[in-house]
């Protein structure tokens, strides 16, 4: 018998990139230009994952389970950076901070954060998480999700968006950063 608790995150399979189409939001051509990789995370447990930031803008998307993200602009809150004091560069930033029980005299900063944007994700449901905001989640259930990651930067109008790509699968799609090359 296989034991509930489990975690797994990597790049996503490349036969799963054969069935996941590019998600609409993304199909502009300029931004299929500007991907970076992908990863698929599997959790069988309830868990509060780490405080974390990214240097690249991610579509984090539920395919099966649940989750509460909490979610800061270090624009808006430039001291919730003071607490990210794990450099996993390239990927970003990270805290060994318990979102469940927080130890306030290690992390005063965490008291000036007047407000946390909180989304409740279930299957189906996809987040926008701009580059560098810190987030955290809390996996309510059990944890299946795809992110989709892309290099940050401005999106001008581009009449592809509109129009959409047909039936273009994320394995047509290149993903550098994984080393990954469509076909």
């Known amino acids: 018998m296989m034991s509930k608790t489990f ?9 799963y990139k054969s069935i996941f189409k590019l998600p609409p939001c993304l199909q502009c051509s ?3 230009d500007l991907l ?13 994952l780490p405080v974390k930031q990214s240097g690249q803008d991610v579509l984090h998307c539920q395919v099966d389970g649940s989750k509460e993200m909490l979610l800061v602009d270090p624009k808006e809150y430039p001291e919730i950076e003071s607490i990210l004091e ?14 469940l029980a927080v130890d306030y005299e290690k992390y005063p900063a965490l008291t000036r ?8 994700l279930g299957p189906g449901d996809c987040i926008y998480i701009p580059a560098y905001w810190v987030t ?7 944890e299946n999700s795809v992110e989709i990651k892309w290099t940050p930067s401005s999106w001008p109008p581009d009449s592809d968006c ?11 799609l290149s993903f550098p950063g994984e080393k990954y090359f469509g076909v």
């Open 113 to 120: 954060v007047k407000q946390f944007q909180i989304a409740l």
């Open 136 to 142: 955290q989640s809390n996996i309510l259930t059990k």
């Open 86 to 99: 794990l450099d996993m560069a390239p990927k970003g930033r990270a805290s060994f901070l318990n979102s």
């Open 7 to 15: 975690y797994v995150s990597d790049s996503l399979h490349n036969n």
């Open 36 to 48: 970076v990789e992908t990863s698929h995370i599997l959790m069988g447990h309830v868990y509060p």
């Open 30 to 32: 300029y931004l299929v």
């Open 162 to 172: 509109e129009k959409g790509f047909k039936h273009r699968f994320l394995s047509s």
